[in-house]
């Protein structure tokens, strides 16, 4: 039996001797490796990890990359992985250009040159760079507020929020008239799809919501679901796994007032050993999967 077997997941691979999972990627001619004991840790690991941030010692101690990785650590740490990746992807753009720059040393003037290098090499379906701004001027704020850096003013400007824009966001429809979502739910297929659809209308929930509703959540003596189980992506919409909280932090009661939902509910509680509701093979709906049966769907009903 060969030692290592393949995953579904990029630069991740199964130890068979010692059922842990090894993360691993080249960078720059060197190949990095860690082991993790599940595979969404070994996810988040080939997302997230560059030397930079891993090794201060290769970096100045008061380069940008460095005070990062300090505010990385005291801050991001408490957030959901999902949204650590997200962050980190974002100031990701930031980090290439003046990661090894010292600090104190970043002025507004250097932050609009970036931005402007930033902006000529960026694709076409790129509208502006707000979300990396906004998280270089949150490490900014927690650096000088916890006296990492000299400096006394955020170096990233207001005038820099118009700076980042490549080209303006397009106004698109967003919602679906009665007609157009009639045809929505008679496009949708197979079956499971436009049941999980019709659930999430008819409960307001967002997708991971729903994704994640485990069939303990559910109390049909009392007419009642709980929504309190969450789905986990990353950025690649990967499975990372389930979070016990909405995103407001709360917990949500949810009354099966609507004859059809409990009629759909009530027969997928019934099938298949699955914890989820909604599964494939009794594992968690994948999130490309989802938006792949609702664009079709879309595009059948010319909507």
């Known amino acids: 039996m060969k030692r290592y077997a393949r995953t579904q997941v990029k630069n991740v691979r199964k130890d068979q001797h010692s059922n842990k999972y090894e993360a691993y990627k080249t960078i720059n001619g060197k190949r990095y490796s860690e082991y993790f004991k599940n595979i969404s840790e070994a996810k988040s690991w080939v997302k997230q990890f560059h030397p930079d941030l891993q090794s201060p010692q290769t970096s100045i101690s008061n380069s940008l990359i460095v005070k990062y990785k300090l505010y990385r650590e005291r ?37 609009s040159e970036v931005l402007e290098t930033l902006k000529r090499k960026a694709t076409h379906k790129r509208f502006n ?29 207001k005038h820099h929020i118009s700076d980042s824009f490549v080209k303006e966001i397009p106004i698109k429809k967003k919602f679906l008239d ?18 999980f659809a019709y659930v999430q ?19 049909l003596s009392n007419n009642c679901l709980t ?15 389930l979070k016990p909280y909405t995103k407001n932090k709360k917990c949500k009661k949810v009354l099966i007032g ?10 997928y509680l019934s099938s298949g050993n699955s914890p989820f509701l909604f599964n494939i093979d009794g594992q968690c709906l994948k999130y490309r999967k ?14």
């Open 201 to 219: 209308y008819i409960t307001g929930c967002r997708v991971q919501e729903i994704a994640g509703l485990q069939k303990t959540d559910i109390d």
């Open 227 to 241: 929504i309190q189980n969450v789905v986990m992506w990353d950025s690649n919409k990967n499975y990372l796994g």
């Open 258 to 267: 609507d004859s059809v939902l409990k009629a759909i509910i009530t027969k």
């Open 290 to 303: 989802i938006q792949y049966e609702y664009c079709k769907a879309l595009r059948k009903g010319n909507i």
């Open 75 to 111: 801050v991001n740490s408490r957030l959901a992985l999902s949204t650590q990746d997200r962050k980190d992807q974002s100031i990701n753009y930031f980090l290439t250009q003046i990661g090894h720059i010292s600090i104190d040393t970043i002025t507004p003037r250097l932050i």
């Open 178 to 195: 009665e007609k157009e979502l009639q045809e929505f739910f008679r496009q949708l297929e197979p079956e499971m799809f436009r049941s």
């Open 129 to 157: 760079f707000k979300g990396p701004l906004k998280e270089l001027k949150a490490t900014f704020n927690w650096l000088i507020d916890h006296d990492e850096t000299t400096l006394l003013k955020n170096p990233v400007r």
